[in-house]
């Protein structure tokens, strides 16, 4: 069996009240005894209108800066939040209708690690094996295949209260693998993993991949994506969809329209946005070969070019041609 992911505009709008609010309702303050009035709610739209095909067999990268709504998407797929409007399923399961059926074939690795510290590392799966209803002799013999795989072995038997932040991250995602689900979620699974740690876990992912299953992961890191992901098509074709390829980011003394106006016309420059008065990303066919042509235009227009920077196609360029934002802010 194998299993895909479908949503068909997703929306989802917190409502939730600032800090300072909390336990505040009703309360009187004041000499006066006025009630004081309550703050209004702000609404955060999380998201607004997400429709997503994640085929069968495919690791998915969900890329987005802090905030884009990656780990609410992934908790409506999980069951954890309800959306506010809109559709997702699990294979042919309708999510917010069928949990039960969802729960069984998801593996999940929430953002926040959600591990019980008065367990140790091998309590902790095979527990959890329990709970997904696998026969006493299988969940050993698998959480003693994943202490092994995520190097937990020699910790086992210790308590995961003391556990450093990447060991707790390889047992969440052991955790994950215990009941061998149709679709894994990882939400940032490589936060906090030294670069060893993340290779052995780029090469476990790609290994549960080939064994038919499906895999959503969010990151910030380009290298994972591009090591692990087909993106809404592989990452090549997105990155040739980026006009010209090469991103020149240029920073001025004060830029003018008119000579923004005049790098468009210089051969190789297929777009120019102004990113404020004083910043310009040109995406261009040629990257260096056009820096002292922009510098002699800006020096003729009496502007002074402070900085250049070039980067290469890349899936952090594509990002911020479509958004207009960095993956890092
Ligand atoms: N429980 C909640 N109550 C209120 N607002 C929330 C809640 N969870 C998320 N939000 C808001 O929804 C938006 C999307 O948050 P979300 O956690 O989905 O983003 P993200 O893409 O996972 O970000 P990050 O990269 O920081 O993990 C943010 O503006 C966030 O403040
Ligand atoms: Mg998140």
Same mark, same amino acid.
């Given at each position: 069996?194998?299993?895909?992911?479908?949503?068909?505009?997703?929306?989802? *709008?917190?409502?939730? @009240?600032?800090?300072? /609010?909390?336990? +505040?309702?009703?309360?009187?303050?004041?000499?006066?005894?006025?009630?004081?009035?309550?703050?209004?709610?702000?609404?955060?739209?999380?998201?607004?209108?997400?429709?997503?095909?994640?085929?069968?067999?495919?690791?998915?990268?969900?890329?987005?800066?802090?905030?884009? $709504?990656?780990?609410?998407?992934?908790?409506?797929?999980?069951?954890?939040?309800?959306?506010? @409007?809109?559709?997702?399923?699990?294979?042919?399961?309708?999510?917010?209708?069928?949990?039960? +059926?969802?729960?069984?074939?998801?593996?999940?690795?929430?953002?926040?690690?959600?591990?019980?510290?008065?367990?140790?590392?091998?309590?902790?799966?095979?527990?959890?094996?329990?709970?997904?209803?696998?026969?006493?002799?299988?969940?050993?013999?698998?959480?003693?295949?994943?202490?092994?795989?995520?190097?937990?072995?020699?910790? /086992?038997?210790?308590?995961?209260?003391?556990?450093?932040?990447?060991?707790?991250?390889?047992?969440?995602?052991?955790? +994950?693998?215990?009941?061998?689900?149709?679709?894994?979620?990882?939400?940032?699974?490589? /936060?906090?993993?030294?670069?060893?740690?993340?290779?052995?876990?780029?090469?476990?992912?790609?290994?549960?991949?080939? =064994?038919?299953?499906?895999?959503?992961?969010?990151?910030?890191?380009?290298?994972?994506?591009?090591?692990?992901?087909?993106?809404?098509?592989?990452?090549?074709?997105?990155?040739?969809?980026?006009?010209?390829?090469?991103?020149?980011?240029?920073?001025?003394?004060?830029?003018?329209?008119?000579?923004?106006?005049?790098?468009? *016309?210089?051969?190789?420059?297929?777009?120019?946005?102004? *990113?404020?008065?004083? $910043?310009?990303?040109?995406?261009?066919?040629?990257?260096? =070969?056009?820096?002292?042509?922009?510098?002699?235009?800006?020096?003729?227009?009496?502007?002074?070019l402070c900085d250049v920077h070039i980067s290469?196609? =890349?899936?952090?360029?594509?990002?911020?041609?479509?958004?207009?934002?960095?993956?890092?802010?």
């Open positions: 069996m194998v299993v895909g992911i479908r949503t068909r505009d997703l929306r989802k *709008t917190y409502n939730s @009240s600032p800090p300072f /609010a909390a336990g +505040a309702g009703g309360f009187v303050s004041g000499a006066l005894g006025h009630k004081r009035r309550k703050p209004p709610k702000p609404e955060i739209v999380a998201l607004d209108g997400l429709s997503l095909d994640i085929f069968p067999a495919e690791i998915f990268g969900l890329l987005g800066p802090n905030g884009a $709504g990656k780990s609410t998407t992934v908790g409506i797929l999980t069951t954890r939040v309800r959306p506010t @409007s809109g559709q997702a399923w699990i294979g042919e399961h309708e999510v917010w209708k069928k949990q039960v +059926a969802v729960k069984r074939l998801i593996g999940v690795v929430a953002q926040r690690p959600n591990l019980d510290f008065s367990l140790t590392a091998r309590e902790i799966l095979v527990f959890h094996g329990a709970y997904f209803g696998l026969g006493s002799q299988e969940r050993i013999q698998r959480a003693e295949a994943l202490l092994d795989r995520f190097k937990l072995r020699d910790r /086992a038997d210790q308590m995961v209260r003391g556990f450093s932040g990447g060991m707790m991250q390889r047992l969440s995602i052991a955790r +994950a693998m215990m009941h061998d689900p149709q679709i894994l979620f990882l939400d940032e699974p490589s /936060a906090g993993l030294d670069p060893q740690t993340r290779l052995l876990l780029w090469e476990i992912i790609r290994e549960y991949n080939h =064994s038919g299953k499906t895999i959503l992961l969010t990151t910030h890191n380009m290298e994972e994506a591009d090591a692990l992901c087909q993106p809404l098509g592989t990452p090549q074709e997105l990155k040739a969809s980026v006009p010209g390829g090469f991103l020149l980011r240029l920073r001025f003394g004060r830029h003018s329209p008119e000579l923004l106006q005049r790098f468009q *016309t210089r051969v190789g420059v297929r777009e120019v946005r102004a *990113t404020d008065h004083h $910043g310009a990303d040109l995406y261009t066919d040629r990257g260096g =070969s056009l820096v002292p042509e922009i510098a002699n235009l800006a020096s003729a227009a009496g502007v002074e290469e196609p =890349s899936l952090e360029n594509l990002f911020l041609h479509h958004t207009g934002r960095s993956l890092r802010e």
